[in-house]
């Protein structure tokens, strides 16, 4: 933008699309004429403009903007404050007075939206909380232009196909401010309407409310549910482990995938980082399956006959989904630009605290993987129809990840005679007086032997034994375990 364009901006005398301030603090105010922009309640169809920086008479106020503050209003736009999401753009313009910061917003077609529960709106130059009537104009407009597949209406289903005692009892109190809910005084259709759960022009639920709310949604899309399938093995060749379905709308299903994939998928395990030392690992970070899992179900396309999977193997797990990349996201701007293919069950989703809507779901799924020593996910987007990620184990069969990442520290911490134990078994099975004998350890007890050099290097899963069930068969011989290997062959580099 230019500095002649902004000028004719703060000049123009259409009140209801220019904000000016002089604050660069007040979050709420730049929050609500922003929703009040989005909804658009004179129908024009003009951009609206929050400008930071220019005093009430045209006056710029000599502001400098800097990075922390673009980034502070530039987040506005998903920190999932204001549902559904406004469409914006934020500009500094440097003029010789001083900078100002410049908010564009879209005109919203996903109307009413709504700032922390509260519908603001633009009459003539001021900013107020709508009335129902208005709330009303803004719906049957959102109806008319039915921006995406959720927001239509179901037109075979009726209002009794949807829980309505649920969405009136635990999801209005959560979606819109108290003050506001206890003041609407609407039938119930029509409030549903506002929320896009139902079409007052068709007198039905929205495809929206019967995704998250339908007593039987499976009825009106065959697809919506998710599958199961545990596979013996690393392919779907294998003998099937274990399967589930979880069907019902996504405000029942959703608690018990979380309980599932916690209790059904998530595995614990001890594994050695030291010779006197091992510590607990997940197969997965809960944290990052469920993240996946509430994104497969937020994205999907409803239309498709094909549910969204979640399939386990022995070293991996693969979740795909219909629906392959939407709207603003691209492969070539994948994961940096996301767009919703389902706005208001991203919505819904977010104000049930299911996902945050911050863009950043991915890069978190990275980190929580990284963190906990699984390899990254592995996103195939080359698919149209589907979207793929891919999870892997910790761990794979016979340790060989694990001895690559910790064989290091293990040598480290190693202590003489546990090495001399070691280098003594070598690829042989020998006695505890055998091994007495044949390492350089000092003369002493064959029990203080076995206490100070075997017992502690068989709990750190060194060496094991021939007769585990056994400790004190006459025969018992020891020798080195997998991991003992691979510490065997660093000695021998050294």
């Not at 530039?74 to 549902?83: D, K, V």
């Not at 007052?200 to 949604?217: E, R």
């Not at 549910?307 to 701007?333: F, K, S, V």
Request: charged fraction near 25%; include cysteine.
């Amino acid at each position: 933008m230019t500095t002649e364009q902004l000028y004719e901006i703060i000049a123009t005398d259409e009140g209801y699309r220019i904000e000016l301030t002089t604050s660069t603090g007040d979050m709420d105010k730049f929050q609500e004429a922003i929703c009040a922009f989005a909804n658009d309640m004179p129908g024009s169809r003009k951009k609206g403009y929050l400008l930071i920086g220019v005093r009430n008479n045209g006056d710029l106020d000599g502001l400098k903007v800097d990075d922390e503050l673009m980034k502070k209003i530039s987040s506005i736009r998903s920190n999932g404050n204001i549902l559904p999401l406004p469409v914006m753009n934020t500009e500094k313009v440097v003029t010789e007075k001083g900078d100002v910061l410049v908010v564009e917003v879209t005109p919203s077609f996903d109307t009413p939206v709504r700032y922390r529960g509260r519908t603001f709106i633009r009459i003539g130059p001021r900013r107020d909380i709508a009335t129902a009537e208005e709330e009303r104009i803004l719906a049957e407009r959102c109806a008319a232009s039915l921006p995406t597949f959720d927001t239509r209406p179901c037109r075979e289903a009726k209002l009794e196909d949807i829980d309505v005692e649920t969405i009136v009892s635990e999801y209005m109190p959560k979606a819109i401010d108290p003050e506001v809910l206890a003041k609407d005084n609407r039938p119930l259709k029509e409030q549903l309407a506002s929320l896009h759960l139902f079409n007052m022009q068709w007198d039905c639920p929205t495809f929206a409310a019967l995704i998250m709310f339908g007593k039987n949604p499976k009825y009106f899309m065959p697809g919506a549910y998710i599958q199961y399938v545990h596979f013996k093995g690393s392919t779907n060749g294998g003998e099937i482990l274990n399967e589930r379905r979880f069907e019902g709308c996504l405000y029942k299903i959703l608690p018990e995938l979380e309980n599932f994939i916690r209790d059904g998928i998530i595995t614990k395990r001890p594994i050695p980082v030291s010779i006197l030392r091992e510590k607990d690992v997940l197969n997965y970070p809960y944290k990052a399956l469920r993240e996946l899992m509430m994104n497969a179900v937020m994205h999907r396309d409803y239309q498709a006959n094909m549910p969204t999977r979640l399939y386990q193997y022995d070293n991996h797990i693969e979740i795909m989904n219909p629906g392959g990349l939407y709207g603003q996201a691209r492969p070539e701007n994948f994961p940096h630009v996301n767009d919703y293919r389902n706005s208001v069950v991203a919505g819904m989703m977010k104000t049930l605290n299911y996902v945050n809507m911050f863009n950043h779901g991915i890069s978190d799924v990275q980190d929580l993987l990284k963190e906990n020593d699984n390899p990254e996910a592995e996103f195939n987007i080359s698919y149209l129809t589907v979207f793929s990620v891919v999870v892997k184990d910790t761990v794979d069969d016979n340790y060989s990840v694990i001895t690559h990442k910790f064989v290091t520290e293990l040598v480290t911490n190693l202590s003489p005679q546990a090495k001399s134990l070691i280098l003594s078994l070598k690829d042989s099975k020998m006695t505890a007086t055998e091994l007495q004998l044949v390492t350089s350890l000092s003369p002493q007890s064959k029990q203080l032997f076995r206490k100070q050099f075997i017992y502690p290097s068989v709990k750190a899963g060194l060496i094991t034994t021939t007769h585990p069930d056994n400790p004190r068969h006459p025969q018992q011989k020891y020798y080195l375990t997998e991991m003992g290997l691979a510490v065997l062959e660093e000695l021998n580099k050294a």
